[in-house]
């Protein structure tokens, strides 16, 4: 299952299933994260006719970590990676940190990224409009809007538009 593609010098382990559209699935920073935290979902997504591909970022899994590692870097390794597998434009899903990186290709590379979608990077939303936001601890009585949730509710979210 696992694969491995030289992306400018630096051996990249990846795991793939499915032909069709290429997804490429992102994963976190966290502590032993790979592409193995893809695993479950590699074979549902295929099965709706999608090329699904899970890359170890540099410096995770069994991929190599080059010096200095840097966010313009695994910019750059995400589309070494798709250029290595000739893929012209794909689906991307970054999660947690990858969904800062998923944003940033999706932004400065459009004509590569067919969708953008982000799961569990709540930093880089911005506020919605009409959700008062009170910071820990409140504010003078009287003064501000009322405590509302601290993020959208179901419906706000399932009412939001992808962009």
Same mark, same amino acid.
């Given at each position: 299952?696992?694969?491995?593609?030289?992306?400018?010098?630096?051996?990249?382990?990846?795991?793939?299933?499915?032909?069709?559209?290429?997804?490429?699935?992102?994963?976190?920073?966290? $502590?032993?994260?790979?592409?193995?935290?893809?695993?479950s =979902?590699? &074979?549902?997504?295929?099965?709706? @006719? !999608?090329? #699904?591909?899970?890359?170890?970022?540099?410096?995770?899994?069994?991929?190599?970590l080059?010096?200095?590692?840097?966010?313009?870097?695994?910019?750059?390794?995400?589309?070494?990676? $798709?250029?290595?597998?000739?893929?012209g434009?794909?689906? =991307?899903? &970054?999660?947690?940190?990858?969904? @800062? !990186?998923? #944003?940033?290709?999706?932004?400065?590379?459009?004509?590569?990224?067919?969708?953008?979608?982000?799961?569990?990077?709540?930093?880089?939303?911005?506020?919605?409009?009409?959700?008062?936001?009170?910071?820990?601890?409140?504010?003078?009585?009287?003064?501000?809007?009322?405590?509302?949730?601290? @993020?959208?509710?179901?419906?706000?979210?399932?009412?939001?538009?992808?962009?």
């Amino acid at each position: 299952m696992d694969k491995f593609v030289d992306v400018h010098g630096v051996r990249t382990r990846y795991r793939e299933q499915g032909h069709g559209t290429a997804t490429v699935l992102l994963h976190g920073a966290s $502590l032993g994260s790979s592409a193995e935290v893809w695993d479950s =979902l590699l &074979g549902p997504l295929a099965s709706h @006719g !999608l090329r #699904v591909l899970a890359p170890d970022l540099p410096g995770y899994g069994l991929t190599d970590l080059p010096s200095p590692l840097t966010p313009g870097y695994q910019q750059a390794h995400v589309l070494g990676f $798709l250029d290595a597998l000739r893929i012209g434009k794909a689906n =991307l899903v &970054g999660h947690s940190m990858a969904g @800062g !990186l998923c #944003v940033r290709l999706a932004s400065a590379h459009a004509e590569r990224v067919s969708r953008a979608v982000v799961i569990g990077t709540g930093s880089l939303l911005p506020p919605l409009a009409g959700v008062a936001v009170v910071p820990e601890g409140g504010a003078d009585q009287g003064t501000s809007p009322p405590r509302s949730r601290r @993020g959208p509710t179901w419906s706000q979210m399932y009412s939001m538009r992808a962009v």
